[in-house]
């Protein structure tokens, strides 16, 4: 029998903890199996904007991964219904959406990720529900209602900021109920504020920390403060430069 998918972030965060994850921009099973053999991650990220995902690998991943009991979390191309679908419907139970500008994108991400009455989340029939099999999921005392409640408690949204807009609207996004925590752009913002790949400006740099600050003074989140993740394409590269070095 199935059992419903728990956010290993959240839990990690109600322990006072950062959940650890994996980062991916390319599909990989293998990788997924091998950090849950490895075991002490608690996700992995699939960076669905600027990676090469297609909803089959989404799904071979997702499968690994609730295999050894990993959350998959994914940054989505874009924050349109049907987009954050297609990664809902695999299995994923985070949503980072990029390109948050305004109060009503910020609402339209979760509507999109969470179901009613908390959002407008379509119901689906892939593997993130189970199939829609009512004997999968109308388990002993439960019905649909009461699912698609676990369901928003586990879901973790996130938005992500990355332009003068955004930052400039930020109040307004802090009013929206549902957003978990926010996350930075730091080369698109430096990009809207007329530094062009200068990301470590000064002024794009304080920036973002008078932002961060006003963040936290309204009592939410930045994604640093829940997760910690390391990319596997660095840890590839870092690992293969020591190998060159100490075999030179």
């Known amino acids: 029998m199935v059992r419903f998918r728990a956010n290993n972030i959240l839990e990690k965060n109600r322990q006072g903890k950062r959940g650890l994850g994996l ?7 293998e990788a997924v199996e091998l950090a849950g053999m490895l075991g002490g991650f608690h996700f992995v990220n699939l960076d669905g904007e600027h990676g090469l995902f297609s909803p089959e690998s989404i799904d071979h991943m997702c499968r690994t991964a609730d295999g050894y009991g990993l959350t998959v979390t994914a940054r989505v191309p874009n924050i349109m219904p049907s987009t954050i679908n297609s990664f809902l419907d695999r299995g994923v139970i985070g949503v980072l959406g990029p390109h948050v500008d305004t109060a009503e994108q910020a ?11 908390e959002g407008q989340r379509s119901w ?5 529900t189970f199939y829609n099999e009512a004997g999968l999921i109308d388990q002993p005392g439960l019905d649909r209602s009461e699912y698609m409640a676990h369901a928003n408690a586990e879901m973790l949204v996130m938005c992500q900021l990355e332009t003068a807009t955004a930052f400039s609207n930020l109040d ?17 913002l430096a990009q809207s504020m007329g530094y062009p790949g200068q990301p470590e ?4 740099q304080e920036a973002q920390n008078a932002i961060g600050e006003r963040i936290h ?13 390391v990319a596997l394409n660095s840890l590839i590269l870092d690992g293969s430069r020591k190998f060159l070095e100490a075999n030179r």
């Open 23 to 29: 980062g991916l921009v390319f599909p990989s099973a």
């Open 107 to 117: 609402k339209a991400l979760v509507d999109a990720c969470r179901f009613t009455p």
């Open 124 to 128: 689906g029939g892939g593997r993130g």
């Open 217 to 229: 003074a309204a009592g939410r989140k930045l994604s640093g403060d829940i997760t910690e993740t």
């Open 172 to 188: 307004a996004i802090l009013e929206v109920e549902g957003i978990d925590a926010f996350a930075w752009g730091t080369n698109d």
């Open 201 to 204: 400006h000064p002024a794009v």
